[in-house]
């Protein structure tokens, strides 16, 4: 029998509202005793809440939610209180009293995955839905939280033990004979699987992006204008500007949204053969950023001619190109926007061109249901044993590899679940939800 646990699920601290919420199989009983009776199902009512010694704590609009009709598939209850922390508190001591215990971070959600009422993509969906920053974020937790992700592999995963039941008949029946077609159909039925997954897999490379976010960095020689660039683009003094070459050291970074999506702009430490250790370890850090970055933001100043290492960065990997000072000068550079953050000239363009670039890493359709490295080890898993499968020597083997497949797709939903997969996902959510 499962504990009854409870949480407030409002955020803590002084708020109009909080709402503590208790699910297992003893809330029911907690309800009617902290509120005299058990109120009607799912419909408010307005109760003194009382300690055991039956000092009222406040006086709440409560709900009772009998199992079938909860988030988590068992009874449940909520406590809507006018009270802020000490009444938190109070009512929380009155149901440990009682017998509840306080929540894990996700533990309703997780109780309504074992329950069966969402799979565990779905639970991510929800985790990222709170989390979310933007509306493409938005867009795409709510696919994943309403099953998006679970249908698709629901579909993959009926279709996988069909062509598992065909090959053990397969196997099962091997002197009689059974016609060409069924192996024939197996195969075709692998092939036209596994082209599904993998394009899956292709069209939602965007996903984590679109999850996790972009970073976009700043590279360029000293004094080309990065920090300039960085406080225009935000809007604010966010970084330090002087005169002075090698001004810059730390890494700066700023917030901004980029086509809906959250983007964190770096501002780096000027290239060049530094003058001391903190300036050269900087420098190191600004090249390291420009390697993991999505999108760089090499800036040349306009009124000098081109640096060796800016170039050289060109060279080394895809970024856009800027000119900056514009407003002082303008040398030619392939392909360049031409900027000046202190008239604004080019701005709105660098802007557009920013969020082409983001679309372009992160198509924001709200199409991409694949966002976590965890999907995308799952299905690249069941790809590999769908190939394994295709190619499999004997007809043993290619059931073998057809049970591995279906395997990966179940840790994906969370059907074949270890514990600590469950753990780790569940780590990632805020109590009380
Ligand atoms: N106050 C409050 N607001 C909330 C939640 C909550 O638990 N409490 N939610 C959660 O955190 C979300 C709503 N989630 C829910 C999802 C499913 C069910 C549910 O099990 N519904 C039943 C049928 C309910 C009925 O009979 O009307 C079902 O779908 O079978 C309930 C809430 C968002 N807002
Ligand atoms: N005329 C003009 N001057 C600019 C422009 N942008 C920056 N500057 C000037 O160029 C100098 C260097 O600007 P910063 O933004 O600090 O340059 P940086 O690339 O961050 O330099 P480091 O941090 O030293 O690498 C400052 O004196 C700025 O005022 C611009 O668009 N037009
Ligand atoms: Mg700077």
Request: aromatic share 2%; hydrophobic share 45%.
């Amino acid at each position: 029998m499962p504990d009854t646990i409870f949480a407030l699920a409002t955020a803590p601290g002084r708020a109009a509202i909080a709402l503590i919420r208790l699910s297992g199989p003893g809330a029911g009983g907690l309800l009617a005793a902290m509120a005299g009776t058990l109120p009607q199902p799912r419909l408010a009512s307005l109760r003194r809440l009382r300690d055991l010694r039956g000092e009222v704590l406040d006086k709440a609009l409560v709900l009772w939610f009998p199992g079938p009709s909860s988030y988590t598939g068992e009874d449940s209850a909520e406590l809507h209180l006018h009270g802020g922390p000490a009444v938190v508190e109070g009512v929380g001591d009155a149901l440990v009293a009682l017998g509840a215990r306080p929540a894990e971070p996700g533990e309703f959600t997780r109780r309504a995955v074992l329950n069966g009422r969402m799979d565990l993509t779905a639970a991510e969906g929800v985790i990222d839905l709170i989390e979310a920053e933007t509306a493409a974020q938005a867009r795409q937790a709510l696919r994943l939280a309403g099953g998006g992700l679970a249908v698709l592999c629901h579909g993959w995963a009926d279709r996988l033990a069909g062509l598992l039941a065909r090959q053990e008949a397969l196997i099962e029946f091997e002197d009689e004979d059974l016609p060409g077609t069924l192996e024939r159909s197996v195969g075709e039925g692998i092939a036209s699987l596994a082209a599904e997954i993998g394009n899956r897999l292709e069209a939602d490379a965007g996903g984590e992006r679109i999850r996790t976010g972009l970073d976009v960095a700043i590279l360029g020689a000293p004094n080309a204008g990065k920090s300039s660039l960085l406080n225009a683009l935000v809007g604010r003094e966010a970084a330090i500007v002087s005169a002075r070459a090698g001004t810059t050291r730390d890494i700066v970074e700023a917030r901004l949204v980029l086509a809906g999506l959250p983007a964190v702009l770096a501002d780096t430490a000027g290239l060049r053969e530094a003058a001391d250790e903190i300036e050269a370890e900087g420098v190191r850090r600004a090249l390291h950023r420009g390697e993991e970055a999505d999108i760089v933001l090499a800036v040349l100043p306009g009124d000098a001619p081109p640096d060796p290492a800016t170039l050289a960065l060109l060279e080394r990997r895809p970024c856009i190109p800027v000119v900056s000072k514009s407003d002082v000068g303008s040398l030619p550079f392939p392909g360049a926007l031409r900027v000046s953050a202190r008239t604004g000239q080019g701005l709105e363009e660098l802007r557009a061109r920013l969020e082409a670039e983001a679309m372009r890493l992160a198509p924001a359709s709200g199409a991409t249901l694949i966002s976590r490295p965890r999907h995308r080890a799952a299905l690249r898993d069941a790809l590999a044993w769908l190939r394994e499968a295709a190619g499999a020597a004997l007809p043993e083997l290619r059931a073998d590899a057809l049970r591995e497949a279906l395997r990966a797709l179940g840790r994906l939903t969370g059907k074949v679940g270890a514990e600590e997969i469950l753990d780790r996902v569940f780590a990632e959510f805020c109590i009380g939800k």
